[in-house]
């Protein structure tokens, strides 16, 4: 049995003799106990923290060239990319036993979170939003307001982690930075130990931006803590279930900015075009992925699936090649532990579905030779969007044509967030579009669903940009403020 | 109705003489003997049952143990009539859960199904709840079967009014809604006259009641050998009771003693009733600690929510109950229940699907839920 001590918070080295009490939570997993460390903390205490990570911002921070700044960014990804990174090996080991991921989920969550996070992205990512990153830096010259502009972010971002995507609470701290501003990351009791481990990365390459950064513990709906860090925050980013986005949207004072973005539905569709033959299996495989991928936790992750008839290979016939290809993917990247809950949840759905099959309609159902590891399911598209039950449970609908789904879209709109477009004929446009108009934030295709890049606009939104503040000077040539005649 | 086929009306008379052995007993080898025939039933009526026996190789010639009955999922009762004589049906009774009447769970009785089920509710009762053999008025927090016909609870309900209750018995609930009035009234008379009485219903129902006496400051203190019955926990719930604190606040409003607190696990798709120890316990004067009972008629086992596989006793899992009352649909059932065995029962820890799933996920009812 390995015993592991790891710390559930960050907090900046000069500010790290503020903390004196700990308590401990234990984590069992077959071979190994993780003791997780949580300091004892006070209203008082995040106040003086969060005023700590202001100043450090204000004398570092603040004023480091953007390009200094995503330096670093690219460098921690690419330490975390490498297989014997003690962290990522640390990181391999707590986030299985406390989530239940497989290690191998794990690794390749790692793996895609951090590959899309590298230099070149990071620059992408800054251009596509605010066209020159400079404007972070000073006044730039703008050609289209004919004067020059800069961006100011936010002095200190809340960032409240999600626990359904390991290694994703990275993508916070570096948009935070990215902004030029401090912040403070409240990870979730469900995974508490990749956020630390991220920020010690960053204060092995620059220990000076590392102390504009903290992460802490503390359970939601505590109150006191909350609201100290609510009204020390100029912008509040979160993570999580709709309720708990509602819930605290009430509770985020007025004047601070907030991204919430909470639970969403994503699906994928086929037209008969994509089911030939040819490169049936390589289809096969990319719709597992994205159906096991995060085991299926991830918002950006499909319930359903839609598949036309009339192609050469019929939607049931595509459920057989998936679920050879779902049961090749669980050997290479097995799926996680679930709760009692989830596993009586699948069973029952299953069962519903295998005896509709029995009963001799239209129905298939496919499932893992072994437990609950996968399944999927057919049937004709039956007019609503019935959300999966996760854990790498698939429904694959069948429609006569791809247009007849909108209405069943149009029901739930709101919710819908992702889906994979591979009709590939004159109509996918057109589909596109329609999309589009329902309030879709991204279409990929197969097997890319659960990474998107760094450039997306997550959630529909631009999150660097809406949380800039611009000032734009309208003087032209010269600076010490006089107009030329 | 129609006449049911002889085969049937001889395993029924056969499972009534053995329910109507009482509790006291322990024949295991007449409860096999007759799982298996009802099994055997089942399979040759049922076609859907059959098929799924079949699929996994299961036929009534090759096993030799109720345990390796099949047992199907609550849900399979949304999606499948699985009725033994579906023409015979007298009475159907609907899962509740949901706001969308396709997505209930639809259990059949016949007339021989609904008469196993009357004589369980009559042992079972005799055992657990009345061991000291009295007639009480029963108040019921529930609606009468007259306003909700497919309420099991009602139908059960209204049997021990039947079987154990005085004529001023009553059900609470009417189509207005629960007119506390009439209860307070009640608990005034009954302690003004001396007269034990039991009041029985769902589980937030006494919660609702301890509430109001706590926001008026009322306390009761009900004349000894008054009891309650509770049934159907908290699921779909906006708040939370835990055993203790609800037994306490029996206590505290109603002075029923802690003992006479019986709960009762009931589902639509189960026949018989699983009611705790503590009252027939006390009055025996037997000291073991609380648990669900099996009565002879039925049994339990934990299974493990992943494979399904039984698991020994002592392990939490899913329960899975066998009950030779369920004559009439299906013998075996897997619930979504958490729990384990105990020496002397087993105990239940609610329903696995409340709370704990993970992930980015809606259902559609919390999506409705934010919409309106």
Same mark, same amino acid.
């Given at each position: ?16 003799s ?33 005023d ?21 960014? $690219? ?45 070149e $992205? ?32 936010p ?150 699936y ?83 039950p ?21 029901s739930?709109?709101p ?46 939104i ?14 032209? $040539? ?6 030329k005649? | 109705?129609?006449?049911?086929p ?60 109720w ?59 005799s ?48 189509k ?36 109001y ?51 009762l ?15 027939r ?92």
């Amino acid at each position: 049995m390995e015993i592991i001590e790891v710390d559930a918070y960050y907090l900046p080295a000069d500010f790290r003799s503020q903390v004196n009490a700990f308590r401990t939570e234990v984590y069992q997993d077959e071979d190994i106990t993780i003791h997780l460390k949580i300091p004892q903390i006070s209203r008082p205490f995040v106040e003086a923290l969060t005023d700590h990570l202001k100043k450090r911002r204000e004398t570092y921070l603040a004023s480091l060239p953007i390009g200094k700044i995503i330096d670093v960014l $690219d460098e921690a990804s690419r330490r975390w990319l490498e297989k014997d990174y003690p962290p990522r090996k640390l990181a391999l080991k707590t986030i299985p036993a406390i989530t239940h991921f497989s290690r191998e989920v794990v690794e390749a969550s790692i793996d895609v979170e951090m590959e899309s996070s590298l230099r070149e $992205d990071i620059w992408r990512a800054l251009c596509s939003e605010i066209k020159n990153p400079l404007f972070l830096d000073d006044f730039q010259y703008s050609p289209e307001l004919g004067g020059y502009s800069r961006a100011f972010g936010p002095k200190l971002i809340l960032s409240i982690f999600s626990e359904n995507i390991p290694a994703l609470p990275h993508l916070l701290f570096m948009r935070s930075v990215l902004l030029k501003a401090a912040c403070l990351g409240k990870v979730a009791a469900g995974e508490p130990t990749f956020a630390p481990l991220y920020l010690k990365t960053i204060e092995e390459i620059d220990p000076e931006m590392a102390k504009s950064m903290a992460v802490l513990y503390w359970r939601g709906g505590e109150e006191e803590i909350e609201q100290a860090a609510f009204h020390q925050a100029d912008a509040v980013i979160m993570f999580g279930g709709v309720e708990a986005c509602e819930s605290l949207r009430k509770k985020i004072p007025r004047g601070v900015k907030a991204l919430l973005h909470g639970h969403k539905l994503g699906f994928g569709i086929i037209g008969r075009k994509g089911l030939g033959r040819q490169g049936l299996e390589e289809l096969a495989a990319r719709v597992a992925y994205d159906c096991s991928m995060f085991d299926q936790q991830a918002c950006l992750a499909p319930h359903i699936y839609y598949v036309e008839a009339g192609g050469e290979v019929s939607p049931q016939a595509f459920c057989r090649t998936l679920a050879e290809a779902m049961e090749r993917l669980n050997l290479k990247m097995p799926r996680g532990k679930i709760s009692p809950g989830e596993a009586s949840a699948i069973h029952q759905l299953r069962t519903k579905y295998e005896l509709r099959e029995l009963n001799n309609e239209e129905v298939l159902l496919l499932a893992s030779p072994h437990g609950t590891d996968w399944t999927i399911v057919y049937e004709k598209d039956p007019g609503t969007f019935s959300p999966s039950p996760l854990n790498r449970f698939i429904r694959i609908y069948g429609v006569e044509d791809i247009f007849q789904i909108l209405p069943s879209l149009k029901s739930i709109a709101p919710y819908l967030q992702n889906a994979a477009v591979a009709i590939g004929d004159h109509r996918e446009r057109d589909f596109i579009r329609r999309l589009g108009e329902l309030g879709l934030a991204r279409i990929t295709s197969p097997g890319k669903m659960p990474v998107p890049s760094m450039m997306w606009h997550h959630d529909g939104i631009s999150p660097l940009a809406s949380l800039l503040r611009w000032c734009d000077v309208e003087k032209k $040539d010269r600076e010490d403020g006089t107009e030329k005649k | 109705m129609k006449e049911l086929p002889e085969e049937v009306l001889d395993i029924d008379q056969k499972i009534l003489s053995y329910v109507h052995r009482g509790t006291d007993h322990q024949d295991s080898e007449e409860f096999n003997r007759l799982a298996l025939r009802i099994f055997e039933l089942q399979v040759k009526y049922i076609p859907i049952y059959r098929r799924y026996c079949e699929k996994r190789g299961i036929h009534p010639e090759n096993i030799s143990s109720w345990d390796q009955i099949p047992a199907l999922p609550t849900d399979a009762f949304k999606v499948m009539e699985l009725a033994m004589l579906p023409s015979g049906t007298v009475r159907t009774f609907m899962t509740s859960g949901t706001t969308k009447p396709e997505e209930r769970g639809k259990v059949h009785y016949d007339g021989g199904g609904l008469r196993l089920m009357d004589a369980t509710i009559y042992e079972a009762a005799s055992c657990f709840l009345f061991p000291d053999n009295v007639k009480t008025t029963l108040l019921i927090i529930a609606p009468s079967p007259e306003i909700v016909p497919t309420m099991v609870m009602a139908y059960g309900m209204n049997r021990l009014i039947e079987y154990f209750g005085t004529s001023q018995s009553r059900f609470l609930i009417g189509k207005e809604g629960f007119d506390i009035k009439v209860l307070l009234d009640e608990l005034r008379r009954s302690e003004a006259e001396g007269l034990p009485i039991t009041i029985c219903g769902g589980s937030f129902g006494f919660v609702n009641v301890f509430d109001y006496c706590r926001e008026k400051g009322l306390r009761f203190k009900l004349p000894p050998g008054s009891r309650t019955l509770d049934a159907g926990g908290f699921k779909g719930k906006s708040r939370e009771v835990k055993r203790e604190e609800f037994v306490s606040d029996c206590e505290d409003f109603l002075g029923v003693a802690k003992d006479y607190c019986v709960n009762l696990l009931g589902m639509t798709e189960i026949s018989s009733q699983f009611y705790d120890n503590t009252l027939r316990n006390a009055f025996k004067g037997i000291n073991l600690p609380k648990a669900k009972i099996n009565p002879p008629w039925t049994r339990t086992l934990v299974v493990d929510p992943d494979t399904l596989a039984p698991l020994p006793p002592g392990q939490t899992g899913l329960l899975r109950h066998f009950d030779l009352a369920n004559r009439g649909h299906l013998l075996a059932i897997q619930s979504d229940d958490l729990g384990k065995i105990t020496p002397e029962g087993f105990e239940i820890y609610g329903r696995t699907r409340d709370g704990d799933a993970r992930g980015c996920s809606l259902t559609i009812d919390e999506m409705t839920q934010i919409r309106t």
